[in-house]
């Protein structure tokens, strides 16, 4: 059995879930989500909640066991060590802490049973269950942005809880010259472009992004609409990341859906980590000064 800690927001929740069940389809074992995190109730700066979103787009119901109880994840990792204590070769126990971030640990290990609690944002984690994995992902029953007749580039500008902060990096030049460089990739037409923000802080969009040439519209979600934005940001075309893991993983779905899509991501994601020195991005997707 494998138990994965899950905890934070729902770029992290994917984190930990795609770590989880590679690791299980590696031993060829059960995976079990621990979820407990969330009946501490946990607050954001802006008062919203951190939420399981993670259950809303995979359907564990009869796949995989889910852990609510913080008192129950205590109980079953004391019953899984005083197992191991006693008989040590038929049911050994390991749980792994992650020490580093953004660094690849080995997980797989002669145990039985493992409990991995981290974030384990490194595609070394799960890169080769990655399609797998998003195959998964449940996102066909939420509402999409249409992309029949128009080419659309996603872009994610989070302020919010990241706004002046050490991680709200991303400029506006960043954005703009992003935005131009996928049109001249695909030579695009700029009347045939239609630009989706996501983005909490309208203000900073008008002031800051070019968009007097443009179809666009800005679209304002907060903790509520998690998934319907998510899955939105997923449906376009081609995406500008910011430094998060929330549109990164969007950017995995576009890129697993549509051949042709273009992913810009910044070359920094903090003020003290550059993006080279982190095994977080597709080969293919293209890396934009900040």
Partial sequence: MVITSITGGLGNQLYQFSAGYTLSKLLKT????????????????DAGNYEAHLFKIINTEGVFDVIQSPTYSRIIRVYLKILSFLFPSKCGFNISNEKKAFNYEVLVNKSKNNYINGYWQNLLYHEEKLEEII??????????????????IGVHVRKGDMKDTKVDICTANYYNNAIEKI???????KKDIKIIIFSEDHAWIKENLNLNEFN???????????????KKMSSCNNLVMCNSTYSLWAANIITFREEKSIVIYPD??????FSKDLNLFQKYWIENNI
């Fill in 268 to 273: 920094r994601w903090s003020d003290l980590l």
């Fill in 216 to 230: 666009y519209e800005i679209i304002s979600g907060d903790w509520s609409t998690t998934i319907e934005d998510f």
């Fill in 30 to 45: 059960k995976l079990v989500l621990d979820a407990s995190y969330f009946k501490h109730n946990h607050k954001r700066k």
């Fill in 183 to 189: 049109i001249k990739i695909k030579n695009l037409n």
């Fill in 135 to 152: 195959s998964i992902l449940n996102l066909e029953n939420l509402r999409k942005i249409d992309t029949s007749s128009v080419e659309t």
